[in-house]
């Protein structure tokens, strides 16, 4: 699960770096000439789209991990309630033969 929470970090990382160009040829847009600019213009336009494109893939990635993970989480749940139980016992059984064991002098 650690594994796929750092590819969703990076993903996500990746996003922000997107934006953060984004926002940097909007400024150059700002400052270059008309044939430059509409052709600036095109890619910013071409990186959004991509952007929330991938935005939605992850998305759809974290609500796949998050439905699996719930399953999963509730598949075992029993399973582990069960072994709570019998740690919980062989302690005890532990204790009483440690009793058992320094009790008697």
Same mark, same amino acid.
């Given at each position: 699960?650690?594994?796929?929470?750092?590819?969703?970090? #990076?993903?996500?990382?990746?996003?922000?770096?997107?934006?953060?160009?984004?926002?940097?040829?909007? %400024?150059?847009? *700002? #400052?270059?000439? *008309?044939?430059?600019? #509409?052709?600036?213009?095109?890619?910013?336009?071409?990186? %959004?789209?991509?952007?929330?494109?991938?935005? *939605?893939?992850?998305?759809?990635?974290? #609500?796949?991990?998050?439905?699996?993970?719930?399953?999963?989480?509730?598949?075992?749940?029993?399973?582990?309630?069960?072994?709570?139980?019998?740690?919980?016992?062989?302690?005890?059984?532990?204790?009483?033969?440690?009793?058992?064991?320094?009790? %008697?002098?």
């Amino acid at each position: 699960m650690e594994n796929k929470k750092s590819s969703t970090q #990076d993903i996500e990382n990746v996003l922000q770096e997107i934006g953060e160009k984004i926002e940097e040829l909007v %400024k150059k847009g *700002a #400052d270059a000439g *008309a044939e430059v600019k #509409d052709e600036i213009e095109q890619k910013i336009k071409d990186l %959004k789209e991509n952007k929330t494109s991938l935005e *939605a893939e992850l998305k759809k990635g974290k #609500d796949l991990i998050e439905k699996e993970f719930k399953e999963q989480k509730e598949a075992f749940e029993p399973k582990f309630k069960e072994s709570k139980g019998f740690f919980r016992e062989g302690f005890k059984q532990f204790g009483l033969a440690l009793k058992a064991l320094f009790g %008697k002098k």
